[in-house]
């Protein structure tokens, strides 16, 4: 039951609202063709997905392709009698923004050095929710792509800035904020290759009476949520080793009256986000951020009229958003039959299936979990035969303490090796070890023991096989020095591996081509 009523009726409200909503949002820089039959009943499948507006990686961008790809497979069957499949990705614009710029990859021809250049397309720093972040720099925004080619070229000569940017400057004439350039540019990119896929910004989905119910059947009782979430937590920070309390979540708090509720306020005058409390007053409910923005619920005793009050008061000027775990737990019960994560998500996700089992009293639906890794094209600016810093490291040592071991490439008097052999094989503590304490390394004597070996034998072979492979060590000296001189090498060609060997470049930076054809390759196509 949910504000009264069931589960099913709210869902199908929740899913007609999501599909009306989702059209009319894409159609507005987008032009995009939906199978036909598409609605918000049970006879249609809703595949989703979701993530911040930022330029992820390719990893990132291959859930959208993902849902995609189902999304036609589920359609071409007629998995659903009358029905088809519609596939939605929700943009997540209710989280802080963290920067406005990228760190791009360079080679500098000169010293043939790889390293990273942070390129910015605006002058915030970020700090507000991806929905209030407004375009303050258009100069360096409208120059982002020109920028990224400049430093990029000489390793990816055709990053797909080049298609993608020339949409982020029009959006950005629309709507004025980052977050929705970006969004809005990677999706029509995405209509150029294929994909009739519809978005949706969170912010839009939190205006419907749907969003509203589900908010209400949570806050409603907020003690019991809060005693849910926090054990919930806790338990799942003890199965996984987690110390830390504020991870994966922090626990809700409690002062007096007001309970502390898995939501984030803010408002276009307040834009940095606070957490929510809530408390009830007779069949008043104020849900607050105790500082600067409250409503009050007059209807809190009629759970239907007070989702309608909800969704009304919900504005510009106060906006009542999820966290992440309600965020998925509203698109998984609510709206989607198919959810898709990546790896992260799903992992996190583990601790709001045990949050909707306690609270709701059902099994969470099954989601799907889906990874790509995508390495830029640039394995030719890898040296192949470079040793690594820790081998030349161990080299450099064992010409200390296993000079013999370099007999194969600097000549060593056998005279010294054998002494070396010897003092080896008559280990302290070995039966008939003695050790002589005579001068003269290479003519050390080694005596036969009855009684085994003593402190004083030991000291004294420890100090014999020292003699010998410093005397051993003396003749490696060239040697050592070129295995040192080595070591500058060795740093920056691990430093470039592990830059143009990482996962998490923006998907900007990729060639277009390369990266669709591996996608393709990846979903069977």
């Not at 250049?117 to 929905?131: K, L, N, R």
């Not at 929705?180 to 009476?209: D, F, I, K, N």
């Not at 023991?449 to 490696?476: C, F, I, M, T, Y």
Request: proline share 6%; hydrophobic share 40%.
């Amino acid at each position: 039951m949910l504000c009264g009523e069931r589960l099913e009726r709210w869902r199908e409200l929740a899913r007609g609202e999501l599909l009306r909503d989702a059209i009319r949002y894409t159609r507005t820089y987008r032009d995009v063709a939906l199978p036909a039959g598409i609605d918000g009943s049970s006879q249609s499948t809703f595949v989703m997905s979701g993530h911040q507006p930022t330029l992820f990686h390719p990893g990132v961008w291959f859930k959208n392709f993902a849902i995609g790809a189902i999304q036609q497979r589920v359609s071409g069957r007629g998995a659903k009698p009358s029905g088809a499949a519609v596939a939605i990705n929700l943009v997540i614009d209710n989280d802080v923004a963290a920067s406005s710029s990228i760190r791009v990859p360079h080679w500098d021809r000169q010293t043939d050095q790889i390293g990273r250049t942070t390129v910015a397309y605006d002058s915030a720093a970020g700090g507000v929710p991806f929905e209030q972040n407004q375009i303050r720099d258009r100069a360096t925004f409208d120059a982002f792509a020109q920028s990224v080619c400049k430093v990029i070229a000489p390793l990816v000569p055709n990053p797909l800035v080049t298609q993608l940017w020339p949409h982020a400057i029009a959006a950005a004439q629309r709507c004025e904020n980052v977050s929705c350039a970006l969004a809005q540019a990677r999706h029509v990119l995405e209509g150029e290759q294929g994909l009739q896929t519809l978005e949706l910004p969170l912010s839009v989905l939190c205006r419907s009476e749907a969003f509203a119910a589900f908010v209400l059947a949570l806050i409603g009782d907020a003690r019991r949520l809060r005693a849910i979430y926090n054990q919930s937590a806790a338990e799942y920070r003890q199965a996984h080793g987690i110390r830390s309390s504020a991870h994966p979540v922090p626990n809700l708090a409690a002062e007096g009256e007001w309970t502390e509720v898995p939501l984030w306020i803010y408002s276009d005058d307040s834009p940095q986000r606070r957490g929510a409390w809530v408390r009830r007053q007779g069949d008043v409910l104020e849900v607050s951020d105790r500082q600067r923005l409250s409503i009050c619920l007059t209807h809190a005793t009629d759970t239907r009229a007070a989702a309608a009050e909800l969704a009304g008061l919900c504005g510009p000027h106060f906006k009542l958003r999820p966290r992440a775990l309600l965020t998925t737990m509203y698109a998984r019960l609510m709206l989607s039959d198919v959810f898709v994560h990546g790896i992260g998500g799903a992992k996190y996700d583990e601790l709001g299936d045990e949050i909707t089992r306690r609270w709701f009293g059902i099994e969470p639906p099954d989601l799907m979990v889906v990874s790509a890794t995508m390495l830029l094209p640039t394995t030719e600016k890898l040296a192949g035969d470079v040793p690594t810093v820790a081998a030349l490291r161990q080299q450099i040592r064992q010409t200390w303490f296993a000079p013999e071991r370099f007999a194969d490439r600097v000549e060593l008097p056998e005279a010294l090796l054998q002494a070396k052999r010897e003092l080896v094989a008559s280990r302290p503590g070995t039966p008939g070890f003695a050790a002589s304490t005579g001068a003269g390394s290479a003519g050390r004597s080694l005596e036969p023991s009855r009684n085994g070996s003593s402190p004083s034998s030991e000291k004294a072979w420890h100090d014999q096989l020292a003699g010998v492979n410093a005397e051993l060590a003396a003749r490696l000296q060239p040697l050592r020095d070129s295995l040192s001189e080595r070591l500058p090498a060795a740093r920056h060609a691990e430093s470039a591996a592990a830059i143009l060997g990482s996962r998490e470049h923006p998907f900007c930076l990729f060639p277009l081509q390369e990266l669709m054809e591996r996608f393709a390759e990846n979903l069977g196509d």
